[in-house]
């Protein structure tokens, strides 16, 4: 059971969404509108327009995140007396507590919203003071632990220039290649001077030298490279069978390239992805109307979106089974990992669902059952024959 409280899930959205600029204020956002679902948290902006739904994985992190902080806020004063000067980077870190450590910092150099008087907030402050961090390239970081991907693992160790796009980099910032992405960006000049980072092995290691890459690192960590590769790459990889049946050895960068055939984004997705985006992007918009549905002129405009969903539910379906076609088990219910702007069945048909929930409320029991009929039809899964007997009950009970 998780503890936390509607108020601690709020701050972590609000500070999550700053990191990620999403928001530009904490004033712009409305918090009577800002509201907990079953899976996310939706951040509301004072103009009603949705800002970010928030997957609860990524707000409990937050909150462990603020804990960590705490925790350091109340330990002495004089962990940082030193002087601090460009090049502290390790000796900073060594002071801080996992999970704040060297990745959770990284990711907040460069505009947090961090307490600056916490030892956590003065390490920010510190290495962000490094001109290292304003001039010179950047390279990508991943973190090496067995929760991350092979496509993180395959970024990791690439040098990249300011302004100058690249992979997952538009000249400014990092694009996430997956959802809950936690690589980051680090000065080239800090990795030149030395010092280590922070890993989590078969062997129980704690730190390696930052010139060790992630491919270098998961060849010494061949349990851990069948967790994040899967046993039948990662046995190739390795050249090692757990199945005692002889593999053909392959490279490192052979095993990202099939992996990200198999799990990530491929070239023809650009399409399926925009129109299942716009979907999503659609349904936020409606609920966000209809969480002020007492405004009738809000129930409307939901409404309207909605059946603009329902209006490409065919078109939709296809360009989910084109997303998910060839994929290997499983993908669909977690694709979200491996393609952030991938949602999943169950949340896709929602808009449905709740479309016919509102024609139901209206009494339009035809209307919502010629919804649950076309949908199930187009291909969509769900609950549509439960939802029809229902309906049909319904109809059957009213007046003629």
Known sequence: MNAESDEDLFEAAIRYALRKGKLNARSDVDKSKSRLTAETFVIVAVDGKLIDRIPLKNLRREVELASAQSRNANRSNDALSAPRKPGLFSRLLSRLNPPAGENQVSLEIGGSDVDEESLYGRAVRALESDPAWS????????????????????????????GKPGPYWDGHKKIDPIWNCRCYMMPKQWRDRGGERIVVGDRGEKSLPL????????????????????????????????????????????????????????????????????????????????????????????LAILEEIYSRCESSFRHYSKMISGRPAGWAENCYQYIPEMQTEGFLVKAFQQLAIIYDKQGRHSDAIAVCENVAQAGWSGDWAKRISRYQKKLAKKPR
């Open 211 to 302: 010139s060790v890459t992630g491919g270098e690192w998961i060849l010494k960590n061949p349990r851990t490279a069948r967790t994040i590769f899967g046993e039948d790459i990662g046995d190739r990889l390795l050249g090692r069978p757990t199945s005692g049946k002889p593999v053909q050895k392959i490279d490192f960068a052979s095993a990202v390239s099939e992996w990200i055939d198999m799990f990530g984004a491929r070239d023809g997705d650009t399409k399926s992805l925009a129109h299942l985006s716009t979907h999503v992007r659609l349904y936020e918009e409606a609920m966000n109307h209809y969480a002020k549905r007492d405004e009738k002129e809000n129930l409307d405009a939901a």
């Open 135 to 162: 001039d010179g390239d950047l390279i990508w970081t991943a973190t090496l632990d067995s929760e991350t991907r092979p496509i993180c693992l395959g970024l990791d160790g690439q040098q990249y220039k300011r």
